[in-house]
């Protein structure tokens, strides 16, 4: 399995603000994810990172509200833009290869106010 | 897309007793079925997976059985602990649907000890 780390943990943050979520992973994968947990529920992918391209965005999540950046094959950024409180989860990014296991990283818990 | 219903929602058990926790996936191409343990505060830890070719994986106390016909699998914890307290996550990995992982609402394991 791998190890990986987000940055930061937690936050709280007000509204109209942006906050960048970053992801290490300590070797090279292929695929990594970010996915959003709200309060008491399950998770939900918010896009695929593509390493030297566009992320891949699920239905319901746009580019503009959650830039994704992955310039490596060992880190990825996800950006919450212009918050609101309904943006207030557990945002988690996981790593692995192609149709095989993921891996999750320990989440960073943000609040909106 | 695919659909992973997951039941019950709360179980608790006291300790020593077995936990059963089941799920159903709407999608027959599916062909990979993790389950994620998580805790308070924690990300999801994979904590055991099954593929379309096997019935049934053990490890240790834990166990995955897999009916493909009927489309369910079943998450199985044998001599239950306090530790083993925490939310149980099951997934669906749709062969047809790039790499990803649809997940089940959860299940709030509690271990009385």
């Known amino acids: 399995s791998a190890v990986i780390s987000q940055k930061p943990s937690r936050d709280i943050c007000q509204r109209g603000t942006s906050l960048t979520i970053q992801c290490q992973v300590d070797?090279?994968?292929?695929?990594m994810f970010w996915y959003r947990q709200q309060p008491g529920q399950s998770l939900t992918l918010i896009a695929t990172a593509n390493q030297g391209s566009e992320a891949t965005y699920e239905s319901g999540f746009v580019i503009d509200k959650f830039p994704i950046s992955r310039p490596n094959l060992t880190f990825s950024t996800l950006t919450v833009s212009n918050m609101s409180p309904e943006d207030s989860s557990i945002y988690l990014c996981?790593?692995?290869?192609?149709?095989?296991?993921?891996?999750f990283g320990p989440g960073t818990r943000l609040l909106v106010l | 897309g695919e659909n992973v219903e997951q039941h019950p929602s709360t179980l608790s058990v006291q300790e020593g007793d077995s936990a059963v926790i089941k799920c159903t996936y709407s999608d027959s191409a599916s062909n990979y079925f993790p389950w994620y343990k998580q805790e308070l505060g924690k990300g999801p830890q994979l904590i055991i997976d099954i593929r379309s070719n096997v019935g049934e994986k053990k490890d240790q106390r834990i166990a995955v059985t897999l009916n493909k016909t009927a489309k369910h699998f079943s998450l199985h914890i044998t001599e239950t602990q306090p530790e083993d307290s925490a939310v149980y996550f099951c997934?669906?990995?749709?062969?047809?649907?790039?790499?990803?992982?649809?997940f089940g609402t959860g299940t709030r394991l509690t271990v009385i000890p």
């Open positions: 997934a669906s990995l749709g062969e047809a649907g790039a790499n990803n992982l649809f």
């Open positions: 996981s790593v692995g290869f192609w149709q095989e296991t993921q891996y």
């Open positions: 070797s090279q994968v292929t695929m």
